[in-house]
């Protein structure tokens, strides 16, 4: 009897050993996944829902993940979170692709469990998100199932067998779990991705998730120590983490092990560590955009310093090198110009200032011109940026209000 009694309770512990081992896995895979940046509305309760997402179709309002019976997915069974996760498809009917199901197609069957396991022993609280405020069509959820059939390809994870095991979770990581082709892909006229342009970079919420292809991190300086350095702390020589991406690093990124770190490098800067030797030309930018160099004098070089080599990261990172001013694109370093960056907090050790905004004291055309001496200066793509493009940026900003307040 005390052997049956000794067989049971070894039996009960091993069970219960194995489902905090899910939930903690299950933990970290929503924090590599960043379920909290969606699924928390500003100053609200932890995956709760409620946050806004302004689409081309109108509001849609993320979702309730804690497991409320009532308001959350207490009611989900494995089958129906797999379903959602998968399919795109919910209890209550089709989802909105602003629910990354077509990337998280790709999580494996253990990780899925896994996920399922944390979000069900989360404390469930009642909350009902706002309703979504979009236009017809786009309001029937039916027509979702439309969408799906044209623009969602679950074609299988591409694995390359010449890669390096590190390679090849990091492809898992940026593919599937952190889902970056989310944000870093340019969508159609449905909001569909542009496979075609995977990861070539998106304006999105006033900022250009810029390109993440190898060659156009290598174009931009970023190398493996620069990486992981923005990865983990949210800021670097290269540049400093903004919009969105200051909100991955913080939720998801920084608490990433060094190993899946790294992974995520490799698979980004493919396995290589090459990067060109890109130099700027500062006498020819002082030569061609005089009055560039004179608003820099007068705007910028009081934290960046008049040669570009910034001061303190917590200050002002160096323009001398800068990824933003290297990016095949100066959309950032016109909107930075317009609309500021915000002070930002990772933690209590790791803080940064705040830039103010010059949308109301620099025309067009003299933003033109200090981008054009930065970019010429310190290593920019070829290209001169026109009046007319930052006139165009600007109405964007405008429109969406982003130049009314910093963020």
């Not at 540049?239 to 092990?257: I, Q, W």
């Not at 960046?304 to 990824?323: D, F, I, Q, S, T």
Request: charged residues 20%; contains cysteine.
């Amino acid at each position: 009897m005390k052997r049956v009694i000794l067989t049971f309770l070894l039996l009960l512990v091993g069970n219960v050993v194995a489902a905090q081992s899910a939930v903690e896995k299950g933990r970290y895979l929503a924090t590599a996944g960043d379920c909290v940046a969606c699924h928390t509305a500003e100053n609200g309760r932890p995956m709760i829902g409620g946050r806004p997402f302004q689409t081309p179709f109108g509001v849609l309002f993320s979702t309730n993940i804690t497991p409320d019976k009532k308001t959350g997915i207490g009611h989900y069974a494995l089958e129906d979170f797999t379903a959602s996760m998968r399919r795109g498809v919910g209890t209550h009917g089709n989802l909105y692709p602003a629910m990354p199901y077509t990337s998280f197609y790709l999580i494996n069957d253990e990780d899925l469990a896994s996920l399922y396991a944390y979000f069900m022993q989360l404390p469930p609280v009642e909350f009902a998100t706002p309703k979504n405020k979009l236009i017809f069509p786009a309001n029937l959820r039916f027509g979702l199932t439309f969408w799906n059939w044209i623009f969602f390809d679950e074609a299988s994870l591409v694995e390359q067998s010449d890669k390096s095991p590190e390679w090849q979770r990091g492809n898992y990581l940026v593919n599937a779990l952190g889902h970056c082709g989310e944000c870093h892909t340019p969508r159609n006229f449905a909001f569909a991705m542009k496979e075609e342009h995977k990861f070539a970079g998106n304006v999105l919420e006033g900022w250009d998730a810029v390109d993440i292809r190898p060659q156009a991190l290598r174009r931009q300086g970023w190398d493996r120590a620069q990486l992981r350095e923005l990865f983990k702390t949210g800021a670097s020589e290269r540049g400093t983490a903004v919009g969105e991406m200051y909100s991955v690093v913080k939720h998801s990124l920084s608490h990433l092990s060094d190993d899946d770190i790294n992974a995520m490098i490799s698979y980004l800067l493919d396995d290589t560590e090459d990067e060109p030797g890109i130099s700027g030309k500062p006498e020819l930018a002082t030569e061609r955009f005089s009055e560039g160099r004179a608003d820099f004098v007068a705007y910028c070089a009081g934290c960046h310093g008049r040669e570009g080599r910034g001061l303190a990261l917590a200050v002002a990172p160096p323009m001398n090198r800068n990824a933003g001013i290297r990016a095949e694109k100066p959309y950032n370093s016109i909107a930075a110009i317009l609309r500021g960056l915000p002070a930002q907090r990772m933690s209590r050790t790791n803080a940064r200032a705040g830039m103010p905004g010059f949308h109301g004291e620099l025309s067009d055309t003299r933003i033109a011109s200090l981008v054009n001496f930065m970019r010429t200066a310190w290593g920019g793509a070829p290209g001169e940026v026109t009046p007319e493009e930052v006139a165009e940026i600007r109405k964007q900003l405008q429109d969406h209000g982003y130049l009314e307040a910093q963020e």
